[in-house]
């Protein structure tokens, strides 16, 4: 079967680093997303890989191999704003969104 | 964990008809349901809240009667694009929200690729 896993839950400090994992296993594969998700708010867009490395964005940089079924997300000098769920979701060879449960991020001062 | 699913996974119809999309929870109830309209952008659109038994609630800029949403049962959403358009192609996502799971969690369904031709 199809199946995407990330963690449910991780902590970090304020102004620290963080690397939220996501391992997938899909029929074929066009693309990674990762979206940001506040609560009660509608997901915001992050990310996209589709080539294997890294995307630098500001303070997020998403990586990507394709050989190894694996993306992560890196967020530097976080700030409490980035508490949030994180979303990780692949573009199967069929276009249909294969979705990571999401992984909340808790920011402690 | 909790599943969502669409149906059907991809359509094509023809300018002037109406697709009618179904959205699924498949192992619980959501009593609040919501569509989404990616762009190529990969940005999420948030279209519609619905809620079961209730009128959906749309967001700015979407018409209402053009993107017609049914939240019949909890476990079963539907939006039909009526009166299709070139312009209505895209990829439209729903989401459940499972009320006995942290507060504000959503499920994703795997979407539904239109193309109006």
């Known amino acids: 079967g199809q199946n995407i896993d990330q963690p449910t839950e991780m902590t970090a400090t304020e102004g620290a680093i963080v690397q939220i994992n996501c391992t997938y296993q899909t029929s074929g594969f066009n693309g990674l997303f990762w979206y940001q998700q506040h609560a009660g708010e509608a997901p915001t867009f992050l990310s996209y890989n589709v080539l294997d490395g890294l995307e630098e964005k500001g303070r997020f940089s998403s990586f990507l191999s394709r050989s190894k079924g694996y993306s992560y997300l890196l967020l530097k000098e976080l700030q409490m704003k980035d508490s949030a769920s994180y979303l990780c979701?692949?573009?199967?060879?069929?276009?249909?969104?294969?979705w990571g449960a999401g992984t909340k991020l808790i920011i402690k001062p | 964990g909790a599943v969502v699913s669409q149906h059907p996974s991809w359509v094509i119809c023809k300018s002037g008809t109406s697709v009618k999309i179904e959205c699924r929870s498949l192992?619980?109830?959501?009593?609040?349901m919501f569509w989404y309209r990616q762009f190529p952008k990969q940005s999420l659109m948030l279209m519609a809240t619905s809620n079961e038994g209730s009128k959906a609630t749309y967001e700015q800029g979407v018409e209402k009667d053009k993107f017609l949403i049914n939240h019949a049962s909890l476990t079963l959403s539907t939006l039909t694009v009526t009166s299709a358009h070139p312009e209505d192609s895209s990829f439209y996502i729903c989401s459940a929200r499972d009320p006995e799971g942290d507060a504000g969690k959503q499920y994703f369904g795997p979407g539904t690729r239109l193309t109006v031709t």
């Open positions: 979701a692949v573009r199967d060879s069929n276009y249909q969104l294969i």
């Open positions: 192992d619980f109830q959501a009593t609040t």
